[in-house]
């Protein structure tokens, strides 16, 4: 599966186990934004398990309180990366990851970001069919 959904203030591309967000230059991401995010994901992907990839290539703003709030809202999300490649987006990681409850990595390099992603949820769905059949 591939599907690519722009919801004006961001772009989300849907894939088998993981989503990939551009969040578009100089947004000032709110609470609304984050539901219709939730919304659009809740559609993709129903209640398989996926990772979440925040390819921050512009720059904007979010309050780390709303994202985690949609974040734990997403039962079936598993893991959350950031792809970033500034000093200003590694500060504002560093503070969302206070917040998170989830995995939640750093990385600089997309193609490293996909791999960790596809693995976890990979694991995580492993994990569950050996619980399943345990029960």
Known sequence: MSKTINLGFCKLCCHDDYVVSEINEGVDMTKEQHVHILEALTECYKDRPFGYISNRKYSFSLNPIHLTEYVNLAE?????????????????YAIEKIFFSKPLHYFTSYDNAVKWAKES???YKDSDLKAQKSA
């Open 121 to 123: 949820v990979q694991k």
């Open 76 to 92: 079936n999300l598993i893991v959350y990366g950031v792809v970033a490649n500034n000093p200003a987006q590694r500060l504002s």
